[in-house]
């Protein structure tokens, strides 16, 4: 279990927020640091560094596909670029970061904000959804998503100094529960361990480890031990942890505010399937549809991400696949 | 729908709001749905939906797609031999999209004189004015460049509106553009050209006194 837990509902700060802070600081120490933004600036939060490096900052317009080529550029001369919009927009020119970005293994970050349900009435058409699965399919590509605020802020840290490669990360509209201490380390590829428990394991991702956190307590109550574990790295997923946690309890649930094909449900699934691990797995998530308009917390409910429907969810997942015979 | 009636596509999506009232007080829906807008199951999306909508021609709120999709309409439609239009409303921020201009490209090719875009060339956009942010000036000698038939026109006198639609069905064998100014937030002191109202709600206070200002304004002509 991780020495960092620190839950705390009264400090809550969106993903997107934290990266936009976190990225001033870093545009300090970093002089290569430069970045891009298509005409959402004040949304992605990538305003503050306009603000304070206009130089280092490119207002690039509504128009994606050219900041992605441009940022490729920036990238294959030394620069670490930056490049931000909502992640509908972005991932949605998936041919052009396919061969500009991620083909040539540059050092781009692509930044993907406003990201699944949790956008909240603009609806569908500003909705990520299927931003993982398109990510994950391209070799070489990180796939990022922080569970909380500080937690961005590391990974933010680490992708402004260390990280080599293409990287795509994933924030959030809605504010975000604070889960870590000041001190949280984050770890490239390593997934996180809230809680311990034996019976099932919930493996969670972005906006919604703190709900799907909050529901594994509920569960004790009703006699079910749970383990919670935050996969902040969908790619390079880490296997290790996957195939031990499925070994060691009878049930697994993974959570994400995604479509459940190609997002951290598959990526679960393909590494107990290469296992040859029978662990029966309920994916929460969007199940194959298109999201809609309504307040975050109307399509959590309607959507089965609350916290009561992740926890009636997996409860029933439990008793269901507990009965004998089965 | 019938089948011949011209259609009207809101490649600017995020305008929606202005597009349902429309339609309400045209009688395709019972005006008291309006208040579902952007609401939880609610026929009435934040961008248009087509899927949950039909009476929308088209969905729309990713920028710069509308285009052409109404190029396919316009083209399906000679191919049927039918008279009918194709209006496609477009921001002046949403033409900075690489594809608006790959029709640019392509509509003349076709010679689609059934298509009349339309640009709300309000110069604002999300992050500013669009001079700043991405300027596209001189705008009509880009689409007389590209061979469309172009009017300009101030955006916000009807007749003008009316003059331009009419002349739009004149010219033949071009797509026609109409560029069409504006001010964002027009006739309400506090919105006029002001960026921060974009896709803002104003408050019950504000709403009384834009609607005020408006009918003071309309009223004495
Ligand atoms: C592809 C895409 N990128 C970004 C956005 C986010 N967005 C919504 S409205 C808007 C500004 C639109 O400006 P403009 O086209 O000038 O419209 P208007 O001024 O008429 O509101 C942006 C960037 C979007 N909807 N689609
Ligand atoms: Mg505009």
């Known amino acids: 279990m991780t020495k960092y837990l620190k839950v705390n509902p009264s400090v809550q700060k969106a993903s997107r927020t934290a990266f936009g802070e976190t990225l001033v600081h870093m545009g300090e120490k970093h002089p290569e640091i430069v970045v891009l933004d298509a005409d959402l600036s004040v949304s992605t939060k990538s305003a503050g560094f306009a603000k304070k490096f206009p130089d280092r900052f490119f207002h690039m317009g509504i128009a994606e596909a050219n900041m992605i080529g441009t940022a490729a550029g920036l990238a294959l001369s030394g620069k670490t670029p930056f490049l931000c919009s909502f992640g509908c927009f972005v991932a949605g020119r998936f041919e052009t970061i396919r061969i500009s970005i991620a083909y040539n293994q540059v050092n781009a970050r692509i930044m993907g904000t406003h990201a699944g349900l949790g956008i909240g009435e603009d609806g569908y058409t500003q909705m990520a959804l299927e931003d993982i699965a398109l990510m994950r399919s391209l070799p070489g590509m990180g796939v990022l998503q922080p569970g909380d605020p500080v937690e961005t802020r590391k990974m933010i840290e680490y992708l402004s100094s260390h990280h080599k490669g293409p990287v795509y990360v994933r924030l959030t509209r809605q504010n975000l529960v604070s889960l870590f201490s000041e001190d949280y380390e984050f770890e490239y590829g390593k997934g996180v361990v809230l809680k311990e428990g034996k019976d099932i394991a919930l493996l969670a991702t972005g906006g919604v480890v703190y709900n799907s956190y909050v529901a594994s307590q509920t569960l004790e109550k009703e006699g079910i031990s749970s383990t919670v574990i935050n996969i902040h790295t969908l790619k390079p997923i880490e296997e290790e942890l996957i195939v031990h946690t499925a070994k060691s309890h009878k049930r697994l649930v993974t959570v994400e505010d995604h479509n459940i094909i190609g997002g951290l449900g598959s990526a679960v699934s393909e590494v107990l399937a290469e296992n040859g691990i029978g662990t029966p797995l309920l994916r929460i998530g969007v199940e194959d549809i298109y999201g809609e308009s309504g307040t975050a917390e109307n399509l959590y409910e309607k959507y089965g991400l609350s916290i009561n429907k992740i926890y009636e969810k997996t409860l029933q997942f439990f008793q269901e696949s507990n009965r004998p015979g089965r | ?221």
Not at chain 2, 100 to 126: C, H, R, Y
Not at chain 2, 156 to 182: C, G, S, V, W, Y
């Open chain 2, 1 to 221: 729908m019938w089948e011949d009636r011209d259609r009207f596509v809101l490649s600017k999506g995020h305008g929606c709001p202005i597009l349902y009232a429309a339609m309400a007080k045209s009688g395709y829906f019972p005006e008291e749905e309006i208040y579902t807008l952007r609401k939880i199951n609610s026929r009435l999306q934040g961008h248009p939906d087509h899927v949950r909508f039909p009476f929308i021609e088209t969905s729309s709120g990713s920028l710069g797609q509308g285009l052409s999709v109404a190029q396919g309409m316009a083209i399906a439609a000679k191919l049927n031999h039918k008279k009918y239009k194709i209006y496609c409303l477009l921001g002046d921020g949403e033409i900075q999209e690489g594809q608006i201009w790959e029709t640019a490209m392509s509509a003349p090719k076709f010679q689609l004189d059934n298509l009349v875009a339309i640009i709300d060339a309000n110069q604002g956009q999300i992050d500013g004015h669009t001079r700043d942010v991405m300027d596209l000036a001189p705008l009509k000698k880009k689409w007389e460049a590209f061979n469309w038939d172009v009017q300009e026109i101030n955006g916000h006198e009807f007749h003008e509106i009316l003059t331009a639609l009419d002349k739009a069905q004149l010219e033949r064998k071009k797509p026609h553009m109409i560029i069409a100014n504006t001010v964002k937030g027009k006739g309400v002191s506090f919105m006029e050209d002001n960026i921060e109202w974009h896709g803002v709600a104003p408050t019950p206070e504000q709403r009384d006194k834009a609607i005020k200002e408006l009918n003071d304004k309309v009223l004495k002509g």
